[in-house]
């Protein structure tokens, strides 16, 4: 299984980051498709995730902000981040689960300016 995310860039604080995260197998097949982040000097952690194709969890740091989505037909994995903040800046990375194996993406950068 591979992930390529793409979508990250520079985004003033206030504004919003979309990041795709195209998967090399069709996303029902994943129990688990989501996004992790990794900030400067801080571990990786997650931000939002799909599980079983339905229920979706997202980190406290993101709930009421963040939208996760999946589009089967394309395989891939939607993120979307509103009212960014310099607390959400860092490496963003799409995760997989398929048959109790864990796949990541090679990430993707998003820097918030203020």
């Known amino acids: 299984v591979q992930l390529q995310a793409s979508g990250g860039g520079l985004v003033q604080a206030g504004g919003s980051v979309a990041l795709s995260c195209k998967v090399s197998?069709?996303?029902?097949?994943?129990?688990?498709v989501g996004w992790y982040r990794q900030a400067p000097g801080k571990q990786r952690e997650l931000v939002a995730l799909?599980?079983?194709?339905?229920?979706?969890n997202y980190a406290d740091s993101v709930e009421g902000r963040s939208i996760i989505s999946g589009d089967t037909a394309k395989n891939t994995v939607y993120l979307q981040v509103n009212s960014l903040t310099s607390e959400d800046t860092g490496v963003y990375y799409c995760?997989?689960?398929?048959?109790?194996?864990?796949?990541w993406g090679q990430g993707t950068l998003v820097t918030v300016s203020s």
């Open positions: 995760h997989a689960v398929q048959r109790g194996l864990q796949y």
């Open positions: 197998v069709n996303i029902d097949s994943c129990s688990v």
């Open positions: 799909i599980r079983n194709g339905a229920s979706r």
